[in-house]
């Protein structure tokens, strides 16, 4: 199967402990080469602006890893947006977060996130978890070349 | 992980080698599957209309497969209209198809299609795809709650 080359994944995501996971379960992913990490909605809005504007140094991201409960805006709303641009809207959002609350999975999907994956208790289980995640994303599927 | 009950998949696909290569994949893999397959984009969104009202015997998909080339509506066309449906519009779409145009992955992914996959050329390959695809969207990504899904409209 085909495989992008450059893989760029932007990770929304404001506990730091759990940035360092799933930067170490995308480190032994040959094929994503570039991980950026956020620590806020606000930030990732942000970046995303200046990959409109051909920053080099923030590359448009193949996919995005968005965690929920961040201070500040939230992840469901930073979706919202990103969903209502016409260029942003294309870019894969998969939803990482604790919770399991129906409502927060419902609320998701309809916002058109293109997964909702819990984040496990167990650093061993959530960098399975990742991994399984990075294999759909860039091993099975294929994502718009950035 | 996530749960493994047994999972409805809606298959939209016009080509019966293809569908008989899909059947055989997903035999024997971890969850157990209702595959229901219809030939063409009107014919899935009569499926989903039975199922929003609630008839015996139609199951919501879990998840639908997309072929891209089908003759009449067009998957595109298909994808537009689930996506502008309040009820449906939660079910995750993931395209099937032979084509690896970048025109034809921007085009799905912008109606919000939730994967892109190029089929596979033989048996083996269709299984490993299944294998990941179930993988991730019933073992390790939650499902809409069904009574979300099955919600009627009044």
């Known amino acids: ?146 | 992980m996530g749960d493994l009950k047994s999972a409805v998949i809606l298959l939209v696909e016009d080509d019966p080698a293809d569908q008989k290569l899909i059947k055989k994949s997903m035999l024997n893999q971890k969850i157990d599957n209702e595959l229901i397959i219809v030939e063409t984009g009107e014919d899935a969104l009569e499926y989903l209309a039975h199922n929003k009202s609630n008839e015996a015997g139609y199951h919501t998909p879990d998840l639908i497969l997309l072929d891209l080339n089908m003759p009449g509506m067009g998957s595109r066309e298909f994808l537009r209209r689930l996506k502008a449906d309040d009820e449906l519009d939660t079910i995750p779409v993931v395209i099937l198809t032979t084509s690896d145009s970048e025109q034809d992955m921007l085009a799905t992914y912008k109606l919000q299609a939730a994967g892109y996959i190029k089929k596979p050329l033989t048996l083996n390959g269709f299984r490993k795809v299944f294998s990941q695809l179930q993988e991730y969207w019933f073992v390790i990504c939650k499902r809409v709650p069904r009574e979300q899904l099955s919600c009627t409209a009044n």
């Open chain 1, 1 to 146: 199967m085909d495989a992008l080359k450059t893989t760029v994944v932007l990770l929304v995501e404001d506990d730091a402990g759990d940035q360092k996971l799933v930067k170490k379960a995308l480190a032994n992913r040959e094929m994503v080469n570039k991980l950026y990490v956020v620590a806020s909605a606000e930030e990732a809005l942000e970046y995303l602006q200046r990959s409109k504007c051909g920053d080099v140094k923030s590359p448009r991201p193949n996919l995005i890893l968005l965690d929920l409960n961040m201070p500040g805006m939230g992840g469901k709303e930073f979706l919202r947006r990103i969903k209502a641009d016409d260029d942003l809207c294309s870019i894969p959002a998969v939803v990482l977060t604790v919770s399991d609350a129906e409502i927060d999975i419902y609320e998701t999907y309809k916002l058109k996130a293109a997964g909702y994956v819990q984040k496990r208790v167990s650093s061993k289980e959530f960098q399975k978890v990742v991994g399984e995640l990075a294999k759909y994303w860039f091993e099975t599927s294929l994502l718009v070349k950035s």
